[in-house]
């Protein structure tokens, strides 16, 4: 079975911050790797998506690594802003095309404090 | 904004009604995804279609169906509601070929 696993399930930080997520699957076939931020009662917005390829990926103040070995993604977010605060969702498709079906985290609730 | 709309932004129904819920897509777009959110869960896949055909299901029974019109636009059609079908219903839109994909705002559905 297809499963997405995240760590923490929490996190406060102080504003100014560094922080890392992380994000460990078992989908098969591997196709990307993407990871999503949800603000409450909102659409995720993607922030980043990786290919099998690809080993790190930049976005603005978000920077996601992926290591296709042992199946493991880490999202760091640098310097923290209160905008920050936010659901951050790890989301891993299978297949080899764009309509592989997505597998979900059930994502980690970052608060971040002034 | 991704430019993906969802109608309405919230509903309530009663158990064992019917319910359509639409999406509209960003323009371009010819495929489009839909998933169930459940409260401080990550959303549920549950079915994909590509050019006016399904192409994909996640495990929900049949009573969860949907249509993509030729302009690209989608519904969510849901029958005999349970509780457990009260959740966020998020829609997402994509171009086929690139991974992107692009989600709507979602649809509050409660059902009592």
């Known amino acids: 079975k297809n499963q997405v696993e995240q760590s923490p399930q929490s996190l406060i930080i102080l504003e100014g911050k560094n922080c890392t997520l992380q994000?460990?699957?078992?989908?098969?076939?591997?196709?990307?790797l993407r990871w999503y931020k949800q603000d409450t009662g909102r659409g995720p917005v993607s922030l980043t998506i990786?290919?099998?390829?690809?080993n790190t990926k930049s976005n603005g103040r978000y920077t996601a690594t992926l290591d296709a070995d042992t199946k493991q993604s880490s999202l760091h977010i640098t310097a923290s802003q209160l905008s920050d605060s936010a659901s951050y969702i790890c989301v891993v498709s299978a297949g080899g095309t764009s309509y592989g079906k997505l597998t979900f985290g059930q994502g980690t609730i970052l608060t971040v404090h002034p | 904004e991704t430019g993906v709309t969802q109608s309405p932004t919230h509903l309530i129904k009663t158990r064992g009604q019917q319910v359509t819920l639409r999406c509209s897509s960003q323009?371009?777009?010819?495929?489009v995804s839909w998933y169930q959110q459940a409260l401080g869960q990550g959303p549920q896949f549950i079915f994909q279609y590509y050019r006016e055909e399904e192409n994909g299901r996640g495990n929900f029974p049949p009573r969860f169906s949907g249509l993509q019109f030729p302009n690209y636009s989608s519904e969510l059609n849901v029958n005999a509601l349970e509780l457990d079908d009260s959740a966020l219903y998020l829609c997402?839109?994509?171009?086929?070929?690139?991974?992107?994909?692009?989600f709507g705002p979602g649809t509050r559905l409660t059902v009592t």
């Open positions: 323009s371009g777009h010819n495929t």
């Open positions: 994000c460990n699957y078992t989908v098969s076939p591997f196709s990307n």
């Open positions: 997402a839109s994509g171009r086929g070929g690139s991974y992107e994909q692009y």
């Open positions: 990786m290919t099998f390829s690809e």
